[in-house]
């Protein structure tokens, strides 16, 4: 059985690196230069969280503005009371003002199955 061991550059130099600290520094030295090293990952790292953080939240706000206001034209023509509502509306003398479509239509159900009866 054969391994074969595929060395990038990326990798190579890794394992340089690796065995120029264990010779530059004692054996006994390495957890605590890990320990530093990490440290520094998680600075680092929360550092660009931060920045990107600061970056997406007007966009998000942006976003979210821009979902509301559309939302509110969608509610908007959705509760508009077309012409021919109105006039049956009229004719059975319900008030319109102030109410929704639905509100509307359903005033004019009340008043048709009243009057059915």
């Given at each position: ?45 929360r ?21 509301n ?11 508009a009371?077309?012409?021919?509502l ?27 199955s009243?009057?059915?009866?």
């Amino acid at each position: 059985m054969h391994i074969y061991l595929v060395l990038d550059e990326q990798t190579s130099i890794l394992i340089f690196l690796f065995f120029l600290i264990l010779i530059a520094w004692k054996p006994e030295a390495l957890p605590r230069i890990a320990r530093e090293l990490g440290k520094w990952y998680s600075w680092a790292r929360r550092s660009m969280d931060d920045f990107l953080r600061e970056i997406n939240e007007p966009i998000n706000e942006t976003k979210a503005s821009i979902n509301n206001t559309t939302l509110d034209i969608k509610r908007t023509i959705n509760d508009a009371i077309d012409p021919d509502l109105l006039r049956i509306a009229k004719a059975l003398n319900i008030s319109t003002q102030g109410r929704s479509r639905q509100e509307v239509i359903d005033e004019i159900m009340k008043k048709l199955s009243s009057n059915n009866k």
